[in-house]
């Protein structure tokens, strides 16, 4: 009779378990609310600036096409190709911790910011190079907006970076509570707009 108890209550929690796991997570806002309101206030900003560069381009349109011919199409390529190869990573890393918290959840946030030193170091080849050329800030105001824009976004991602290196010094932790994993996520929440924002300078630079 004993053992008959046993199995039904093991029957029982089995089935409970079960149910539980088949019923959806709950959805919420990924990160903290002072994020989205960073987020927002920031896509604001670079608005202003997107403006700013297509009213040069209104009205220097030769200058501004002709200036336009001398980027490195392939570094700009190979730049956005390494920040949306890292938001990939850090967003499967984001996954892992809510999901399966272990030894990969460091693994692909470490990938990600890797990307993002990759995205350094080639953004300043550009520069190098440009700069080494002859050309620079004064040389005409197309270049002044490339390297003042450019420039600024650079120093979002140098902040990214911090971010994520924030993030997986939280991932590392042997449990992640709910407002570790809202830190991670705060993160990663920044690290895609740093992507979104170089896909506009990107469009507006290098393929108008």
Not at 63 to 78: E, K, Y
Not at 107 to 132: D, P
Not at 164 to 189: Q, Y
Request: charged residues 15%; neutral net charge; contains cysteine.
């Amino acid at each position: 009779m004993n053992e008959g108890i046993t199995e039904d209550r093991y029957n029982s929690v089995k089935e409970s378990a079960t149910k539980a796991s088949n019923q959806p997570q709950e959805k919420h806002i990924p990160g903290e609310i002072g994020i989205w309101l960073f987020v927002g206030g920031d896509l604001l900003i670079f608005s202003a600036f997107f403006i700013v560069i297509a009213l040069g381009y209104q009205e220097q349109a030769e200058l501004f096409d002709q200036s336009r011919t001398t980027l490195d199409m392939w570094v700009g390529v190979l730049n956005t190709f390494f920040l949306l190869t890292g938001s990939w990573f850090v967003a499967k890393g984001v996954e892992s911790c809510r999901t399966n918290h272990g030894v990969a959840s460091t693994r692909y946030l470490s990938l990600g910011i890797a990307c993002g030193l990759l995205f350094v170091a080639n953004k300043s080849f550009e520069w190098g190079l440009k700069i080494s050329n002859g050309v620079n800030p004064t040389t005409n105001d197309f270049f002044m907006y490339f390297f003042v824009f450019t420039g600024i976004h650079l120093v979002h991602v140098l902040v990214g970076l911090g971010v994520l290196l924030v993030a997986r010094s939280v991932s590392r932790r042997p449990t992640l509570r709910d407002k570790d994993i809202r830190t991670i996520e705060s993160g990663a929440t920044f690290w895609h707009l740093v992507d979104l924002l170089w896909i506009a300078l990107f469009s507006l630079f290098y393929l108008l």
